[in-house]
């Protein structure tokens, strides 16, 4: 008798139980159909389509300041930008140098981050929204054919869809965020192969040819300026290009003299300071 009871029990809880699981499933399907419904997908998808118009907005902000001061480079108060010069010269300081700028370049602009995020969140933002929103629609009807919906109601989330995704589009062809980009490694590219790169290879790479050239051409300014006197009297606008290489010379010297100065008067702090640096970012 007992053993009947318990087994009755058992059969009883699991009625129970299965009964609670066949409610609960109910009320999980009622709410979604309610959600579908209601069309409160719509105005999720709307709040995020508005999101994401706004970030590619920041974005857009963000790149143009970016290359405004690329532009001026030379006399930009950025930090970001000065770092990324600090850097570049840091490499050629420990005679270690850059072979593709672009690459350098490409890595910096990787590694900006805004608000704690990468800025290539930002700019991507418009697909990762693109891609949500379309799984999102077909998800939401296949559930209308299943909850036997009309086709009105199918109509109006594809249209919702296609308008979002024509939003998207429409925003980045206003900010240009990825033309910007472009634009931002091109000008940075251009100034740090043609310009710095150059003098910091003739700088810390070379000094000796460079020295070995400067001796060269202006030994042989100075052999033209003692040559006798000869049948023709020098013109005047050869006696003043004779000057001002001698001037020349003069003012390269001064400036060798100034920069072995400041070469022995660096310290040992801003040698550390410079390994550091590139240990952080090598």
């Not at 740090?192 to 050239?213: D, S, W």
């Not at 033209?224 to 390269?252: G, H, N, W, Y």
């Amino acid at each position: 008798m007992k053993a009947d009871i318990s087994l009755l029990n058992r059969r009883q809880n699991t009625i129970m139980v299965l009964s609670k699981a066949k409610k609960r499933q109910k009320q999980g399907v009622t709410n979604v159909k309610k959600i579908l419904e209601n069309y409160d997908l719509l105005f999720a998808m709307t709040v995020l389509s508005a999101a994401t118009i706004m970030l590619k907005c920041i974005c857009a902000i963000i790149y143009q300041v970016i290359l405004r001061d690329a532009e001026q480079i030379t006399t930009t108060k950025n930090k970001w930008l000065r770092g990324m010069v600090t850097r570049f010269e840091a490499n050629y300081k420990l005679n270690l140098p850059v072979n593709n700028a672009a690459c350098f370049v490409e890595n910096s602009l990787e590694h900006y981050h805004f608000l704690g995020m990468s800025i290539r969140s930002f700019e991507n933002a418009d697909i990762f929204c693109g891609l949500v929103l379309t799984e999102t629609t077909l998800l939401s009807i296949m559930g209308s054919i299943y909850y036997d919906f009309s086709t009105r109601w199918i109509y109006i989330h594809a249209m919702t869809l296609a308008l979002f995704l024509l939003l998207l589009c429409i925003g980045e062809f206003l900010f240009q965020v990825r033309r910007k980009r472009k634009r931002i490694c091109l000008q940075l590219v251009n100034y740090f192969e043609n310009t710095l790169q150059p003098k910091l290879e003739n700088q810390y790479l070379h000094p000796e040819e460079r020295e070995a050239y400067q001796n060269e051409y202006f030994e042989q300014g100075a052999d033209v300026s003692e040559e006798p006197a000869r049948d023709f009297s020098f013109t005047q606008d050869m006696q003043e290009l004779m000057d001002s290489l001698a001037a020349e010379q003069k003012i390269t010297r001064e400036l060798d003299e100034k920069q072995e100065q400041l070469k022995t008067a660096a310290t040992e702090e801003k040698i550390r300071l410079v390994e550091e640096i590139m240990k952080e970012y090598l």
